[in-house]
């Protein structure tokens, strides 16, 4: 069955869910992966996006989705940073040194 632009926004929504839990459990190579598949799904949907379109109540639904995605992005970015800035101590201690 060949998924519909409304169905690239559910699976994007789902995983961007996925992505949020992986972070809030620390399992950053899981977010990695979701963020592999929103990027894959995200490239589907543009490609959908020249072909179809989505019915007024769709275009509805699609604001309560990316208003979802935007809030578990958000808060994926509040939980990866102290991972983020970790990471950058460990990979360069000299660096980071010199710029505080």
């Given at each position: 069955m060949a998924a519909t632009l409304f169905d690239c926004y559910l699976a994007i929504e789902a995983a961007s869910q996925q992505?949020?839990?992986?972070?809030?459990?620390?399992?950053?190579?899981?977010?990695?992966?979701?963020?592999?598949?929103?990027?894959v799904l995200i490239e589907q949907?543009?490609?959908?996006?020249?072909?179809?379109e989505l019915s007024p109540q769709q275009r509805r639904?699609?604001?309560r989705i990316m208003q979802n995605i935007l809030r578990n992005d958000a808060q994926v970015r509040l939980l990866a940073e102290p991972w983020v800035s970790e990471m950058d101590r460990l990979i360069s201690p000299g660096l980071t040194q010199t710029l505080h």
């Open positions: 992505m949020l839990e992986a972070a809030r459990s620390s399992s950053w190579d899981e977010v990695v992966r979701y963020e592999g598949a929103c990027a949907l543009r490609h959908l996006a020249r072909e179809a639904e699609k604001t």
